[in-house]
DNA sequence: TCGTTGTCATCAATCGATTGCAATATACCC
DNA sequence: GGGTATATTGCAATCGATTGATGACAACGA
C-alpha cells in the first residue's frame, strides 16, 4: 500500500512554502513566478497528489458531496433515481453519497445524522411510504444545518423542499383513460391502507369516477401490499367481480395480478383491462404491452438536483419550494375499447 | 437552519476545557469528576451534539466508512449487492458510500480517486466486465494507500483480495444437470465477446460436453448481449436448431428467450429446456418456474466483508486473498427429464 | 542614503476534533 | 510546614489543508 502525499511533503520537495503550493495547484491569483509555478505542478504530478478533501472541507467548510437517502436500493425505482441523481451530482462536480435505510424512520434519522457528521453540503431524503411516528425526523429535518430536498415523498407539516410526483393524479388519469375507454364496472388494487401514495392513488381513482357520475364501490376496491406474491394472492378477488378493467396502482401490483391472469388463462385485453403504474423492465416481457401511468426518475432527479442547487447557491427563497410533476399516460395495448363497440 | 454545535461550545457552556469534554463523552478511561461527566453529558444532549466525523477522521486517520464501486446501481444484481453490503456495513458501524461508475474503467478510476480522498478506510471494486484496457485502474488499486477488495470481478494480473463467484462452474453446472436430465443437444445463449464473466461461463459449458464426450458444435452456441432485445433477437435461430435445451447465462437473456419462446407458442419444458442465471425477480412470473444458476449477493457481501475487515484489522495477510464461491443449481420445472422415457 | 514601488513568497491563524503530558488542588502523613 | 500521593482538569500540538496579512529583497529615483 502506497503512502498519501501531503501538501506539505510537495512543498518541501520543491522547496516552497505549503501556501504557495496551496496556491497554485488551486489555481488562485497570486504572484508566484512562472517558474516556479511549473516546478510546483510538475512535482505534484510526479507524486500524484491528490488534496485530502477531508482537511480541504474542514476549513473550507463544504465537500461537494451530496447524500441520498433511499428506502431500499434494491428497488428497480430507488435504484434507477440513485443512478440518475448520482449522473447528476457528478455532471457539477458533486459526489452523492447513495444509504439505503430499509424504510424505517429510525434508520432515516440515523442515517441522516451520519451524512451530516460526515459533512455533506446537501441531503435528498425519500422517506419510507408507510405511515409511521417521524415526528423525531421532522424534527432532524427542519432543524437541519444544511439545505435538504425531500423526493417522491414528504413527511406532512414539514416546510422544506420537495420535488415529487402527483400520485392523485396518476390515479386520476388511468381511471379517467379507462372510463374515455368505455370502461365503467373498474376495479382497482391498491396499498391503501399502509402507503401514502397508495392513498393518493385511490383518492384519483375515486375523483374520476365520482367526475363522470360513476358509482364508488367499495366492492371493486381491492388492498394489497407493494409486493408480487400479496397482489397474486389479492387478484382472485378482483377477478370473481364482473369489472371489465383494473387499475393496479404499482407495477408489482400489476406483476402479481397478471400472474394469476396468465394462470387462469384470461386474455388481456380481451377478459380485462389492465392499466399499470410505473413501468418496469418487466414489462416488455409482456404480450400484450402495458399501458401504464409513467413516472420517469431521471425527470424526478434532474428537479431534486434543481432545487439543491439553488440552495446550495443560496438563491433559494426563505419559503420552501414545492415542485409537483406530473405523471404520463403510456398508452399501450392491454386496454379494450369499448366504445368501438357501441 | 440551525446550527452545528461544536464540542467547544459544549466546554464552554460546561465551564470545562474541550479535552474533557472529549474525553468524556468518547468514554475515555480518565479522572473526571462523576459530578462533571453527568453535566458534560447532559449538556451534550440537550444541545444535541453530534461529534464533526470530518475533523475527527482528520486526526484519528480513519472515517469508519468504506466504499463501493459499481458499473450500474440500476442492475438487479448490484443493487442488492450494495443493499447488502450496506446492510452488513452498518452492523460493524461502518457506513458505506456507493457509487455507479457506467461501467468505464475511467469513470472507476476517478470514483476511486474521489473516494480515497474523502476519506474512505477501504474499497470494495466491482470493475466492469467487458475488456477494455484498465492499466491506468490496475496501476491506481496496486497503489492504494488503503485496502481495497475486488468483488465479483477481477482485473487480470493485480494483486488484491478477491471474492467472486465462479462462472466456469456455473457454466459447467448447468450444461452438467441437463446432460444428466438426458440432454444431448444442448444450445447455449452466452456473450462471450464482450463479457468476461460470459466467456468463462462458456467455458464451463464446453467442459461439461467434453467431459462426457459430447461434441462441441459451434452452430449450438449463440452470441447476445446482456439487454433483454438483444437475446430476443438472437433467440430465433436458436430455436431454429434441434436442440433440446438451452444454456442461457444470465437473467436478462433467459428473459429475451422466453418471450420469443412465448411468442412462437413454444412450451418449456415440453418443447424445449431451460436452465437461467441469476434469478431475477421477474422470474416469479413464469410458467413453469425456472431452474436456473444461482448467485446471492449477500454471500458475496459477507465475504467481501469479511475480506475487508481483516485487512482493517491489519490481520490480512501479505499475500491477497482469493475467495471463490461456488454458485448454485436451483432446480425448478424449466428442465424436461428425458432419461423417463428412455 | 533613504524612501518608494513592485515582485515573490511565507507566516500564522483557522476549521473541530483527539490525546500525551503537565499542572493544579486537595488531602494526608510525619 | 514540608513532602508525597491522589484526584481532577487544562495546555498545546496535531491531522492536512486554506487564506488574509506580512515580510524580504531588488531595483530605481531623488
Redesign the interface.
Known amino acids: ?4 502525499v501531503t501538501l506539505k511533503q510537495i512543498a518541501q520537495e520543491v522547496g516552497l512554502s505549503p501556501s504557495s503550493v496551496s496556491l497554485v495547484l488551486n489555481n488562485r491569483p497570486c504572484r508566484i513566478s512562472e517558474e516556479n509555478r511549473k516546478l510546483i505542478k510538475e512535482v505534484a504530478a510526479r507524486n ?1 497528489y ?6 480541504r ?2 476549513v473550507m467548510r463544504e ?1 461537494r ?1 451530496l447524500g441520498l437517502i433511499v428506502p ?3 428497488s ?1 425505482f430507488f ?2 433515481l ?2 440518475s441523481l ?2 447528476r451530482c457528478r455532471e457539477d462536480g458533486y ?6 435505510s ?1 424504510g424505517s424512520a429510525d434508520d432515516d434519522l440515523e442515517l441522516l ?2 451524512l ?4 455533506v453540503d446537501g441531503v435528498f431524503l425519500v422517506v419510507g411510504d408507510e405511515f409511521s411516528d417521524d415526528r423525531a425526523l421532522r424534527e432532524e429535518v427542519s ?5 435538504a430536498v425531500m423526493v417522491d415523498r414528504a413527511i406532512e407539516g414539514l416546510e422544506c423542499d420537495k420535488v415529487m410526483f402527483d400520485h392523485e393524479m396518476g390515479g386520476y388519469m388511468a381511471t379517467r383513460y379507462l372510463i374515455e375507454q368505455g370502461h365503467r364496472r373498474i376495479a382497482c388494487l391498491v396499498n391503501a391502507r399502509r402507503s401514502n401514495t397508495g392513498r393518493k392513488r385511490l383518492a384519483g381513482y375515486e375523483r374520476a369516477l365520482r367526475e363522470v357520475g360513476l358509482p364508488i364501490d367499495a366492492r371493486l376496491e381491492f388492498e394489497s401490499e407493494y409486493y ?2 400479496s397482489a397474486y394472492e389479492a387478484s382472485e378477488a378482483v377477478l370473481a367481480t364482473d369489472a371489465t378493467a383494473v387499475f393496479a396502482s404499482s407495477d408489482n401490483i400489476a ?1 402479481g395480478l ?2 394469476r391472469l ?2 387462469m388463462g384470461k386474455s388481456i385485453p380481451g377478459d380485462i383491462s389492465v392499466v399499470s403504474y410505473d413501468n418496469s ?2 414489462d ?2 409482456f ?1 400484450p404491452a402495458l399501458t401504464a401511468i409513467e413516472q420517469d426518475p431521471g425527470v424526478l432527479a434532474e428537479h431534486a438536483f434543481g432545487c439543491m442547487s439553488k440552495r446550495l447557491a443560496g438563491r433559494g427563497g426563505r419559503r420552501a419550494e414545492e415542485v409537483v410533476l406530473e405523471p404520463a399516460l403510456i398508452v399501450k395495448d392491454s386496454v379494450l375499447d369499448l366504445t368501438e363497440y357501441s
Chains 1, 2 share one sequence.
Not at 1 to 4: I, R, V
Not at 95 to 100: D, E, K, V, Y
Not at 116 to 119: F, I, K, L
Open positions: 500500500m502506497a503512502n498519501k500524484h491528490v488534496p485530502n478533501q477531508i482537511a472541507s474542514l465537500s458531496t431500499n436500493i434494491e428497480r435504484a434507477s440513485a443512478g448520482e449522473k459526489a452523492l453519497f447513495i444509504t439505503s430499509g445524522r451520519q451530516v457528521t460526515r459533512g432543524h437541519l444545518p444544511i439545505p408480487i406474491p406483476l397478471l400472474k396468465h394462470e423492465a418487466a416488455v416481457l404480450e
